[in-house]
């Protein structure tokens, strides 16, 4: 494999190098003592400090899957059809929720070539393609671990000093980060000795700070400190590091639901889909299954083999009980794991179970909610987007597209496993009509689902309209009494434009949509609503009727781009996404 070295990379060592040419008169003069005592470049004294200074490559195991050396920003990579553009650590963050949104654990993440990557001694190396990567991955220790070492880290600057096997000093320098100390030292040729400006300050995994007096007291508290975290080196994407402790806190601060089981390479999620799970610091648990029958168990943690063990025993729940790896904590959720194809996900249930009825129903009648998805019978119900739910004291319900309402009644109470449940009886419009569970419960934002099927209701809160939203305002004008044709449509990244050309739509500013020929004859109507989501992202959410030839244009869009003449919408699901352009006429 070619190697190409980028020259930035040694500008920092130019530095370094330049004071280490001049004569040793021209150095300070040294105090004696401890504190100054050289060391070899091979020992294993060394060897610590090199290892704590250097690069971690870790942070990226989702991208390329291995810890000896990361990619160097930006790249760009394709997530389930999806092209994510990576800038920063932060962005690697998007690469984790698509993931989790499928919760698989095949390799879906491709790499856009060529990349650059950065070894563990900050070289940098052009990489072509997946063979080539592949091949530089060999270089790696199996299973994701490097000799990097993370639970500990020096707070710079610090002062160095190098001398010749006389102990007559040759240079100094001040290194201001991880990459220059280790290049420093990766640099020392066999027969030279360097020494540190005690004292110096480290800090520890948990944030605390600790100060060592000499090379003695450096080697043990990088030795004590080395194993005393998870330093995330495996090939999970979102192995976050965690103490017994946390686990401890996390497992009773709420009732958990099961999301995934797989014994011995089966999966059981059917079987146990939605099992309710208490966990109690005495260490007993309690399985709940939907009918609310219960199922006693013992739960206990501990470490080894530098990870978190979660132990379970039940006497009639089998495919529990074993001492599970605990593999990721956090974002509402715990992923245990086994050899074997043992894997358990649940998810956090703090506000859906065990909860007073009131407090849903305070929610909902603080503000009107918009319906952004409805599932019901294995279909999606798109003609049901944008209509506002109104819940009224009485238990009197209305939904409303701003031209059609509908009125019913709706209460919240607990099904028999503790969950709350929103029944609503809408006799003009059943498909909102059910007992619907709570499965998520936000200040901005509800969902409900009933447990195993396909039945999925996602509601927006939506208070004031957005009437002090200057970018919605500025959108919703946009579009009064104003014609636009469709420049671009595609449904999974299949263009289908051909289907719309020559129509145009006007937008009504009381949300309707009137679809006309190209002799200006209308042909059909549908409704139209901008808004800004939970997430403080625009969202345009178009809907036709079922039986509707424009139907397949109905759905929640994120607003990619506006301009006065042009609008970009994407809406994105499992298989990939829907693209759909706009522009003025």
Known sequence: ??????????????????????????????????????????????????????????????????????????????????????????????????????????????????????????????????EELREKAKDCIEGGGDDDIECIDFVYPIKVYSFDINQQQTGSATVESDKQLRRFFGNLEENQLVSMDFPITLKLYDGSEMVVNNNAELARAIESAKEACDEDDDNDHNDDDFSKERLDNYL?????????????????????????????????????????????????????????LLKLEFNDLVDFSLEWFVYEIGDGKIKLFVDGANKIIMKKACNILNQDPNTLREVLKECSWIIKKVHRDGQEID?????????????????????????????????????????????????????????????????????????????????????????????????????WEIALFSENQDPSTES??????????????TVYNPNQVEVSTGRWFVYRNSEEQLEMILNFGTENNFYP??????????????LELKHYNDSGYDHLVFEKL
């Open 252 to 308: 009773v601060m709420c009732p958990w639901l099961i999301h995934e089981v797989n014994r011995n390479d089966q999966d059981q999620t059917e079987q146990y889909f939605e099992y309710a799970m208490n966990f109690k610091e005495d260490g007993s648990v309690k399985a709940f299954d939907r009918e609310g029958n219960a199922v006693e168990g013992t739960w206990t943690t501990r470490v080894g083999e530098n990870r978190v």
């Open 500 to 513: 719309y050309t020559n129509y145009s739509f006007t937008f009504g500013p009381n949300g309707k949509i």
């Open 383 to 483: 003609r049901l987007l944008g209509y506002e739910f109104n819940f009224m004291a009485e238990g009197v319900v209305t939904l409303s597209s701003g031209d059609v309402s509908s009125e019913g009644s709706w209460e919240i109470a607990q099904n028999n496993q503790g969950r709350l449940v929103m029944a609503i009886t809408m006799g003009n419009e059943p498909g909102v009509s059910f007992e619907w569970p709570l499965s998520d419960l936000r200040d901005d934002r509800l969902k409900f689902e009933i447990p195993g099927t396909d039945y999925e209701l996602i509601l927006e809160r939506n208070c004031d309209n957005d009437v002090n939203d200057e970018d919605v305002v500025w959108i919703r004008g946009l579009f009064n009494e104003s014609q």
């Open 1 to 130: 494999m070619k190697k190409f070295f980028k020259t930035t990379l040694f500008a920092s060592l130019l530095v370094l190098a330049l004071s280490f040419t001049s004569c040793q008169d021209e150095f300070e003069e040294l105090t004696t003592g401890e504190e100054t005592e050289a060391i070899s470049s091979t020992s294993a004294a060394a060897k610590l400090i090199k290892d704590t200074s250097s690069q971690d490559g870790s942070f990226d195991n989702i991208v390329d899957g291995v810890s000896c050396f990361a990619i160097e920003f930006p790249y760009t990579v394709n997530v389930n059809g999806l092209e994510v553009n990576i800038d920063s650590k932060d962005d690697l963050e998007t690469i984790e929720e698509i993931l989790d949104k499928l919760d698989v654990d095949e390799d879906i993440v491709n790499i856009l070539f060529p990349i650059t990557v950065t070894l563990a001694d900050f070289t940098e190396i052009v990489i072509n393609s997946k």
């Open 553 to 566: 244009l109905a759905n929640d869009y994120k607003i990619l781009e506006v301009e006065e003449n042009r």
